[in-house]
């Protein structure tokens, strides 16, 4: 049973823009922190961003002011703007679930995003 599912990843340059996209199934959404991580080649996992019910909100440092996080309640969906762009930026990002911040139950497959230099 997939709870969740990650779409929008893909080539970009540096500079320019994507949105990621994560559906989820309602029971999960409607519980959990939603939010979304990364694995760069040869790196652990680490955070980018989380949104609560509340919309409270947590990023890293490093995509702070380029990357927002949104959720749609009435979609179940979650979505993750990422602007200006950067080559470290390239990974494997993941939808992630959990009942805070920083504790993950539930992880989507991945969407593999490229950002070219």
């Known amino acids: 049973q997939v709870h969740l599912q990650e779409s929008g990843g893909g080539l970009v340059q540096a500079g320019e823009s994507l949105r990621l996209s994560c559906a989820a199934s309602?029971?999960?959404?409607?519980?959990?922190?939603m939010g979304w991580y990364r694995q760069a080649p040869g790196k652990l996992r680490e955070l980018v961003a989380t949104?609560?019910?509340?919309?409270?909100?947590n990023f890293a440092d490093s995509v702070k002011g380029r990357f927002t996080i949104a959720r749609d309640n009435a979609k179940n969906m979650v979505y993750l703007q990422m602007n200006s762009l950067k080559p470290e930026d390239t990974g494997v990002y993941y939808c992630?679930?959990?009942?805070?911040?920083?504790?993950?139950?539930?992880w989507g497959q991945g969407t593999q995003v490229t950002v070219s230099s």
């Open positions: 992630s679930a959990g009942p805070t911040w920083y504790t993950t139950s539930y």
């Open positions: 309602a029971a999960i959404f409607s519980r959990n922190v």
């Open positions: 949104i609560s019910s509340r919309d409270s909100t």
